[in-house]
């Protein structure tokens, strides 16, 4: 199956459980964290979290089933609550094509 890019919005279910998460987090290097948050089926590309209710991941993946499923494998789905958005159009800075943008309505 083909992938698709997703940005995910996450929070926490129990904010009891923020400071033992992110003392884990901050002892991995962000190699780990990003080998830790990929299978065949889903990745993760890019993580934003800032000290807002809610922090944002893109990632690549199948589905979002695929997503859900790599969250429940290192145990982050029992401590955040994660909404997946499909992405229909991707461009970034870092990788410029110099193609027209894809309309997402017509995908």
């Given at each position: 199956?083909?992938k698709?890019?997703?940005?995910?919005?996450?929070?926490?279910?129990?904010?009891?459980?923020?400071?033992?998460?992110i003392?884990q987090?901050?002892?991995?290097?962000d190699?780990?964290f990003f080998?830790?948050?990929?299978?065949?089926?889903?990745?993760?590309?890019?993580?934003?979290?800032?000290?807002?209710?809610?922090?944002?991941?893109?990632?690549?993946?199948?589905?979002?089933?695929?997503?859900i499923?790599?969250?429940?494998?290192?145990?982050?789905?029992?401590v955040?609550?994660?909404?997946p958005?499909?992405?229909?159009?991707?461009v970034?800075?870092?990788?410029?094509?110099?193609?027209?943008?894809?309309?997402?309505f017509?995908?």
């Amino acid at each position: 199956m083909k992938k698709k890019h997703y940005i995910c919005t996450h929070t926490w279910s129990n904010p009891d459980t923020i400071k033992d998460v992110i003392k884990q987090q901050g002892e991995m290097t962000d190699k780990e964290f990003f080998a830790g948050l990929k299978t065949e089926k889903a990745e993760t590309l890019q993580h934003w979290m800032g000290k807002d209710d809610f922090f944002f991941c893109h990632w690549y993946a199948e589905d979002e089933q695929s997503i859900i499923d790599v969250l429940e494998k290192v145990g982050l789905n029992d401590v955040i609550v994660t909404m997946p958005s499909e992405m229909q159009r991707y461009v970034s800075s870092e990788k410029i094509t110099n193609q027209k943008l894809v309309n997402p309505f017509e995908t």
